[in-house]
């Protein structure tokens, strides 16, 4: 799992005494550096490390998106199953609502009916009483209107006959005068 690192430590110790670092120190300092870059190197992952666990890790992909396909399919059929089951509840509530509906209508219509009937009846009876009533009054006016025919009749029979009288009087006094210029 692990790679030594690429660090020359030779030319390390080397560059340290160049710069005036003294021999032992230089050393120390590079072992000390070298132990270093190894341990921190012994945990990190190698490609081939990386490689097994992204082979690992499409495995478990693989592995859970065939878990996924088959729990979406189950869940597809059991929805599917609901839905079914939805739907044969529904209708059979729609025929029951049309059952009650067309019996509510059946029943609506008698009484309508029997309304209309029981209005026809009254408003036949009411314009036979209507009628009743005219009849009566048309009567009761026709008896009137020959009554007062009759004295109109006997009241201009009275003036007739004094105009009558009137008249023959003036008859007789213009034959008088005439009789009268004949005669003299």
């Known amino acids: 799992m692990s790679a030594k690192p690429a660090f020359d430590t030779l030319q390390h110790s080397n560059r340290l005494k160049a710069a005036g670092v003294p021999s032992m120190q230089a050393q ?74 067309r019996s509510e209508m059946q029943e609506l219509r008698t009484e309508l009916r029997g309304e209309m009937q029981e209005l026809g009846t009254e408003l036949r009876g009411e314009m036979q009483q ?31 006959g004094a105009m009558r009288w009137i008249l023959a009087t003036l008859t007789a006094a213009i034959m008088a005068l005439l009789v009268k210029s004949f005669v003299a």
């Open 28 to 101: 120390a300092h590079t072992d000390a550096l070298a132990e270093a870059l190894e341990a921190s190197m012994k945990n990190l992952a190698t490609r081939d490390d990386l490689h097994a666990a992204t082979g690992r890790l499409e495995a478990r992909m693989d592995v859970l998106a065939t878990e996924l396909r088959g729990e979406m399919k189950q869940v597809g059929t059991e929805l599917r199953g609901e839905m079914q089951q939805l739907s044969t509840e529904l209708r059979g509530e729609m025929q029951e609502l049309r059952i009650e509906l």
């Open 130 to 160: 209507l009628g009743t009533e005219l009849r009566g009054e048309m009567a009761h006016q026709g008896t009137e209107l020959r009554g007062d025919m009759k004295q109109l009749a006997a009241e201009l029979r009275g003036e007739l």
